[in-house]
Nanobody, 120 residues
């Protein structure tokens, strides 16, 4: 059974930090690129950060550059999102995504999400 389970969300004050984790199971984690998305109420889901399968390449949305860091531990089947200097506009449900593109088809798995609320 394929599962992605996020954790680490919560309520934090502006300027604070959170570290999200996503544990994967049921597929070969080390060959999948991993991404963090978020969706705020009334808005479309947006990409926050991405990391290649081996972890050597990362990419960030402009809104998260310099504040967020994505990393992964393939031995633990886990991807992380370290979020610093959080702002109220970072409030959203954060989703973990595993993605792999093959000639025949794409493989795309999602977690259930974890709520991040930034408020004083």
């Amino acid at each position: 059974q394929i599962r992605l389970v996020e954790s680490g969300g919560g309520l934090v004050q502006p300027g604070g930090s959170l570290r999200l984790s996503c544990v994967a199971s049921g597929f070969t984690f080390s060959v999948y690129a991993m991404r963090w998305y978020r969706q705020a109420p009334g808005k479309e889901r947006e990409l926050v950060a991405a990391i290649s399968s081996a972890g050597g390449i990362t990419d960030y949305a402009d809104s998260s550059k310099g504040r967020f860091t994505i990393s992964r531990d393939n031995a633990k089947n886990t991807v992380y999102l370290q979020m610093n200097n959080l702002k109220p506009e970072d409030t959203a449900v954060y989703y973990c995504n595993a993605f792999r593109r093959l000639p025949i088809r794409d493989y795309d798995y999602w977690g259930q999400g974890t709520q991040v609320t930034v408020s004083s």
